[in-house]
């Protein structure tokens, strides 16, 4: 593919189609995000408004991270703290469909739609890959910002049209197309991160302290992990607990998986074979984080796993 003739193709394509109108996008931070706000932003300048949802589920710092970077590229990004909406969304759910579809109706139907209204926006742009779809309309896991593939009108859901220029590309086109519009290596090189955040990295319910906790294991394996080449890794809290010592007395503890892949595109994986020594220095750490007593490290390939656990 001719990836400057694309961007060429795209910025045209979002100027044709919104026209003298107003476009609202969310901001994550992931590389998809990012591609479609610079794509966006050339097409449109102040005509597009730029907002990044603190939705609780986000890494550690992430939300003012992302709002400094893109101030340095020239593009303003309005934060909104959303915190108690998905929380109160997600309390009491166990189910990872129903986990996913609380995150997409409450980013969709009530914060966007409000954010939508405030701003007058009559179009929105997604940062949809093609793996998105086809994982969706297969149905093997539900993709918080798939909507007309699955049959929902988002106008007359949600009051908006959907413009998705990513969804001919898989991540590593992605990348390239990120490359080519001179977007920080940070932007370009970054792992993938879920549209859900980090509700897909906790199996059961999604709580405040549950989150503190997957957090902070996040941040380890990341900083750990970072020279490791691979495509995507993690680290994910389950539900289950496990008989542990703590200052010698008996901890009922908390159970975190490390999980490390290779790919080029998602649909397939395989497990990065990371030295134990790297192991060992991961696991001591994360079983320093209060209330964790296990660490384990998933060999499992995509099939049959997925790459994340929700």
């Known amino acids: 593919m001719d990836y400057k003739q694309f961007i060429d193709q795209q910025i045209d394509h979002i100027k044709q189609t919104v026209g003298p109108e107003k476009a609202i996008n969310a901001l994550s931070g992931g590389v998809d995000s990012s591609t479609v706000t610079v794509l966006a932003h050339r097409a449109l300048g102040d005509r597009l408004k730029t907002v990044f949802v603190d939705s609780a589920l986000m890494r550690k710092d992430e939300p003012q991270r992302v709002v400094k970077l893109f101030a340095g590229m020239g593009i303003p990004v309005e934060l909104v703290d959303a915190r108690e909406e998905f929380l ?5 759910l166990t189910d990872p469909e129903e986990k996913r579809n609380a995150v997409t109706d409450t980013f969709y139907s009530k914060v966007f739609a409000r954010l939508v209204k405030e701003s007058g926006a009559k179009f929105l742009l997604h940062g949809t890959i093609l793996t998105d779809i086809e994982e969706t309309v297969a149905g093997i896991k539900r993709q918080h910002n798939i909507l007309a593939q699955l049959g929902i009108d988002p106008e007359q859901s949600y009051g908006y049209s959907v413009i998705e220029p990513l969804k001919t590309l898989r991540k590593d086109g992605v990348r390239e197309v990120a490359k080519l519009l001179d977007m920080p ?30 957090r902070e294991a996040t941040a380890i394996v990341e900083e750990e992990l ?25 901890e009922f503890g908390q ?38 007593n296990r660490c384990l490290y998933d060999l499992t390939p995509k099939p049959p796993a997925t790459i994340e656990y929700i």
Do not use: W
């Open 255 to 292: 159970i975190i998986v490390v999980r490390c892949i290779e790919s080029t595109d998602a649909r397939t994986a395989t497990v990065t074979p990371l030295p134990h020594d790297k192991l060992n220095r991961i696991s001591e750490r994360i079983t320093q984080i209060p209330g964790v």
């Open 226 to 250: 970072g020279d490791s080449g691979a495509f995507q890794y993690m680290a994910v809290l389950l539900s289950d607990r496990a008989t542990g010592i703590r200052k010698n007395k008996r």
């Open 185 to 214: 290596a940070e932007i370009t090189n970054r792992i993938p991160f879920p549209g859900p955040a980090l509700a897909t990295r906790i199996v059961g319910e999604v709580t405040s302290e549950r989150l503190d906790t997957v």
């Open 88 to 92: 109160s969304a997600l309390a009491g």
